[in-house]
């Protein structure tokens, strides 16, 4: 019989962790997949037995077949989604739907990278081609890289709204200042607005300091359906609603340079959970460079349209990436299941550097997870609560 919306199951994540991340020389992007899951399934309490679905993506000529065969997995559902650093947030969506609708009773989303020891050892070279064929080749010969797409669309919101470099450069010392506090954060020391301004010119108005880190690592989720929480470890932290939304692959056909697809996947993500985002108590967004922080938070209804520039220079403002993020603590490639595992562990009191909290010293209850991918190209964005 069809599945009505009363025989949905809820949805929590029960497990979460990291494999070990940043400088990982000796390891493979497997062992690393292996760790993370192993981890996770220990932070549950569960049985691994109880895994019948997987989430993988980016390992292997047929993720997440081998993924699972060297977990020792045999999942009866699977999800190998590839929108870049949005495939986790997707993820998460489509492993909830299946949980909801009892095409699968728990879910492994498991990732894993050697991104950064791959370059120091010649494994492969600093450059990311998306490749030539299809809209993609209208692009292509003229040199148009994902950080050129990037800087374009900061420049162009700098001309719509007088952002500035200043307040760009802002969003890195904030990341910095919260993996500063973080001890599995790569990077921690220190800097400044000056120090962000002054580095190197990767793609104007992009210094070095304006774009995430390459780091090794992996992590992994377990999600899974109501009926197994009396038997996890830790109180759960529930699925309340997620949304997606695609936007473009050439920079012609992106009809505003200064929204991003968040902008429906936040409000298709908010609706279904029942929330409005001035609700949400911490926010984890992906932030491979300090403009997609800026635009994300407006698009997501944090601040207006055009006062993302101003939005980290308030007072008792939402906290954002709050382990640092993509530009201080990880970034070992597609990095939105990380923003999903510090999501939980603020809602769970278990954040290893800055621990967010109400002014009566309790917990968040809300949170919010938001990936993109490409340049702007897709969206995923998850709310996650307590209750």
Known sequence: MPTTPRDRRRVAVVGISHSDCGRVDEATPYALHAQAARRALADSGLDRSVIDGLASAGLGTLAPVEVAEYLGLRPRWVDSTTVGGATWEVMAAHAADAVAAGHANAVLLVYGSTARADIKARRRTGNLSFGSRGPLQFEVP?????????????RRHMHEYGTTLEQLAE?????RAHAALNPEAMFRDPITVDDVLGGPMIA??????????????????????????????????????????????????????????AAVSGRLAFE????????????EIYDAFTYMTLVTLEDLGF??????????GEKDRLPVNTDGGGLSAC?????????????????????PGLQVRRPDGSLPELAVASG???WFCSSGTVVLGRG
């Open 142 to 154: 003229y040199g148009h890289s994902l950080i050129a797409k990037y800087a374009m669309a900061a």
């Open 171 to 175: 969003v890195a010392v904030q990341a």
């Open 204 to 261: 104007d108005p992009f210094t070095k300091l304006h774009c995430c880190i390459r780091s090794d690592g992996g992590c992994a989720v377990l999600l899974a359906a109501e009926e197994y929480v009396p038997d996890t470890a830790k109180a759960p932290v529930w699925i309340l609603g997620a949304g997606e939304h695609v936007s473009h692959t050439t920079m012609s056909e992106w009809e505003d340079f200064t929204v991003s697809p």
């Open 272 to 283: 279904r959970a029942g929330v409005r985002p001035a609700d949400v108590e911490v926010a």
């Open 303 to 312: 601040c207006a349209k055009g006062e993302g520039g101003a939005f980290f």
């Open 331 to 351: 970034h070992p490639g597609m990095r939105g299941l990380f923003l999903l595992v510090e999501a939980v562990r603020q809602l769970r009191g278990e954040a």
């Open 372 to 374: 993109t991918g490409g």
